[in-house]
């Protein structure tokens, strides 16, 4: 019962270092979705694909790259990490539709320097 | 986007029903209502959804009145596992989180 799995879930980086976060999910799922989530705020989305071979923004895509690999990896790309992206990072997968809920990962901690 | 109102904080005793209430006054016909919480530490767990039909499902129930301007999420048992973040959410394309509920929960 792994769900979505996200690597690594923590790291620390040096201001303009790149990296690469990954989320898997094994539910078959259509949709993946990138969030970030503050202190004592509610998460925000970034990224997100709808489907196979398709991504599209959120609410706060500026500074981050995705790529949607196959049906089951979805990756987040910060390529010169900022304080200011300083977060919990969640990957969330569903099926197609507003009836569908979504299924979160246990998210991966970043602090940069 | 819908906006949604909920108290900032609620409070309950252990086996005792909560009722953690949601206005969205402006959800569009065919928004679902979906609900999701947050544990300390972890990611946000699905609780529920509905649209206009009150719903059952083992963690909760979900009452959504008439006129879909309100719903409220009930725990009829309230334990100390559910002591978390409350989310309240009206699905359009996409999920908006605002800063929920957070339930306390005494024993």
């Known amino acids: 019962n792994a769900g979505v799995t996200q690597t690594p879930k923590f790291q620390v980086l040096k201001t303009g270092q790149s990296m690469t976060l990954q989320c898997a999910q094994d539910?078959?799922?259509?949709?993946m979705y990138w969030y970030r989530q503050d202190p004592g705020m509610g998460l925000r989305l970034i990224y997100y694909?709808?489907?196979?071979?398709?991504?599209d923004k959120g609410e706060v895509p500026n500074g981050y790259n995705v790529s949607r690999l196959n049906k089951r990896e979805f990756s987040l790309r910060l390529e010169s990490a900022a304080p200011s992206q300083t977060s919990v990072y969640f990957c969330a997968s569903s099926e197609v539709g507003r009836n569908q809920p979504q299924h979160f990962g246990d998210g991966t901690r970043l602090s940069i320097l | 986007d819908a906006k949604t109102t909920q108290p900032n904080s609620m409070e309950s005793n252990e086996e005792e029903p909560v009722h953690l209430p949601c206005n969205h006054s402006t959800i569009s016909g065919t928004d679902y209502i979906h609900w999701y919480r947050q544990l300390p530490s972890q990611g946000p767990e699905y609780v529920i959804h509905g649209l206009t039909s009150n719903v059952n499902n083992r963690m909760a129930s979900l009452a959504i009145a008439e006129d879909r301007k309100s719903s409220t999420l009930i725990l009829h048992r309230a334990t100390l596992r559910d002591a978390a973040v409350y989310y309240c959410i009206p699905y359009t394309d996409k999920l908006i989180f605002g800063t929920g509920t957070r339930l306390q929960v005494f024993p």
């Open positions: 694909s709808a489907s196979e071979g398709t991504t």
């Open positions: 539910m078959n799922h259509n949709s």
